[in-house]
Nanobody
Framework: EVQLQASGGGLVQAGGPLRLSCAAS????????IGWFRQAPGKEREGVSC????????YYADSVKGRFTISSDNAKNTVYLQMNSLKPEDTALYYC??????????WGKGTLVTVSS
């Protein structure tokens, strides 16, 4: 059974850091990309960052470039999202998902990030 478990959310002051983790199981981790998405109240879900577990290539949304860093520990089947210089507009429910050639096909439950001003 494919499972993706996001964790690490919480309440942080603006300017502070937070690290999210996405623990994956039930599939060959190296064969897929893992992406982070977020959805703020009243807004559409948006893609934040993505990493290919096979070659390490990454993608970042313009809104987080230079502040967020995605990384992968293939030995632990875990993808991390290091978030620095957080802003109130980063407040959202953050999800991780598995990516294949057909798009994101499995989604984990979200972890809530709240940035106070």
């Amino acid at each position: 059974e494919v499972q993706l478990q996001a964790s690490g959310g919480g309440l942080v002051q603006a300017g502070g850091p937070l690290r999210l983790s996405c623990a994956a199981s039930g599939f060959t981790f190296d064969d897929y990309a893992i992406g982070w998405f977020r959805q703020a109240p009243g807004k559409e879900r948006e893609g934040v960052s993505c990493i290919s577990s096979s070659d390490g290539s990454t993608y970042y949304a313009d809104s987080v470039k230079g502040r967020f860093t995605i990384s992968s520990d293939n030995a632990k089947n875990t993808v991390y999202l290091q978030m620095n210089s957080l802003k109130p507009e980063d407040t959202a429910l953050y999800y991780c998902a598995r990516g294949s050639s057909g798009g994101m096909d499995y989604w984990g439950k979200g972890t809530l990030v709240t940035v106070s001003s």
